[in-house]
C-alpha cells in the first residue's frame, strides 16, 4: 500500500560538527558548514488526520530508518532534475503531555535534511526562511491499514465492513497504518497541498485521484457514480441501524453478555452476518414467548354463543 501524506515545514538549523559529519556521509566531496544549509522537517505524525488514518508510533520508528539519506523533490514528480535536498538525520519525537484522538501520547517524525548552497538553490532558500516553503508530504509503504473497530485490513470489504469517519457505538473508526515497507521521498509541496486534506494514494505505482474530479468531463458516468454513493450511504445508514437491533435483541436473549461484548461482536460482523443473527434472535424470542390470540376462534365463539342463547329471552 503506497501512500503520500503532508506534514509541516521546521525551521533552519545551525550547522554544527555532528551534523556535518552525517552529511558528509551522503556527500562525495568533504563538506563545510558554509557550503550547507540545513533544516528540519515534520514528516508525519501518529495523529489521525483528516482521510482518517494514522502512522502508529511503531511504524514511525520503523520509517525514521527508511527515510535516512531519501532525497527532498517538488510536488512528488521523480525526476532527478527535481531533487533540491536530502534527509541526512531523524528522530521520532515524542510529547508526553499532548495526546492524539486515540488516546495515545501524540509523537511525529522530524527529519534532518541539507542542500548545498548554490545560486539555483538560494530563492527556495530564501522561501523556507521567509515562511513560503511550510509544508512537505512524504511517500512510503506499508503493508496494512487495520481498521480500529474490527482489527482487520480496512481494504478487505469481506472482512471489514466499517467506514473511515464514522462512530460504532461511540467509538470512531480510523485507520492504522502499520508495516512500513519502504520509504520513496518526501516534497516539497504547495499550500494549500493537496485538495483531499493533504493526502494523496498511490497504488501499483500509479496515482489515485478523487473519482468525482476524474469524471467530472463523463456525466453519464458522473451520474451514476453520485448514485452510487448515495446508495452506498443508504447502506450504511441501514448497516447502522441494523447494529442497532442486533444489539437490542441481544440484550434480551443474552442477559449474561455485557454489552460492550455484544457491541465488539456486532462491529465485526458483515451485513449478511447480521440479519442471520437478527434472525436467529428474534425467533429464539418467538419460541421464548410465544404470540396469543386474544380473540376466541369461530367454532369458539359458535360454542359460547349456544351456550349463552340458553339464557336469551
Not at 14 to 33: C, F, G, M, P
Not at 133 to 155: L, M, P, Q, T, W
Request: some cysteine; aromatic content about 8%; hydrophobic content about 35%.
Amino acid at each position: 500500500m503506497d501512500i503520500v501524506k503532508q506534514a509541516d515545514m521546521g525551521q533552519p538549523l545551525a550547522v554544527e560538527e555532528r551534523d556535518l559529519a552525517l552529511i558528509n556521509r551522503w556527500s562525495r566531496k568533504a563538506l563545510t558548514a558554509e557550503e550547507v544549509y540545513a533544516f528540519a522537517v515534520r514528516l508525519c505524525d501518529n495523529e489521525i488526520d483528516r482521510d482518517g488514518e494514522r502512522f502508529t508510533r511503531e511504524t514511525l520508528e520503523e520509517l525514521a530508518k527508511l527515510f535516512e539519506g531519501k532525497s527532498g523533490i517538488f510536488d512528488h514528480q521523480w525526476s532527478a532534475k527535481g531533487q533540491a535536498a536530502r534527509i541526512y538525520r531523524t528522530e521520532v519525537v515524542r510529547e508526553q503531555n499532548i495526546l492524539t484522538r486515540a488516546g495515545d501520547p501524540y509523537c511525529y517524525l522530524k527529519g534532518y535534511a541539507y542542500m548545498v548552497r548554490t545560486e539555483e538553490n538560494r530563492g527556495l532558500i530564501a522561501e523556507i526562511e521567509g515562511g513560503i516553503k511550510r509544508e512537505v508530504s512524504v511517500g512510503c509503504a506499508v503493508e496494512r491499514a487495520v481498521c480500529s473497530i474490527c482489527g482487520e485490513d480496512i481494504r478487505d470489504r469481506k472482512k471489514c465492513a466499517h467506514t473511515k469517519g464514522q462512530e460504532y457505538g461511540g467509538k470512531l473508526c480510523w485507520a492504522d497504518l502499520s508495516g512500513a515497507t519502504d520509504a520513496y521521498e518526501w516534497s516539497f509541496v504547495a499550500v494549500p497541498a493537496q485538495p483531499r486534506a493533504g493526502v494523496i494514494k498511490r497504488m501499483g505505482g500509479g496515482q489515485e485521484t478523487d473519482l468525482m474530479e476524474y469524471l467530472k468531463d463523463q456525466p453519464v458516468l458522473l451520474s451514476r457514480a453520485e448514485q452510487l454513493e448515495k446508495e452506498a450511504a443508504l447502506g450504511r445508514k441501514y448497516l447502522e441501524r441494523l447494529r442497532g437491533e442486533v444489539m437490542r435483541l441481544g440484550g434480551i436473549c443474552e442477559k449474561g453478555v455485557e454489552e460492550h461484548i455484544r457491541r465488539s461482536i456486532a462491529d465485526k460482523l458483515s451485513g449478511e452476518e447480521l440479519e442471520a443473527l437478527r434472525d436467529s434472535y428474534q425467533k429464539r424470542l418467538e419460541d421464548r414467548f410465544p404470540l396469543t390470540v386474544q380473540l376466541p376462534r369461530r367454532t369458539e365463539q359458535a360454542e359460547m354463543d349456544q351456550r349463552d342463547g340458553a339464557f336469551l329471552i
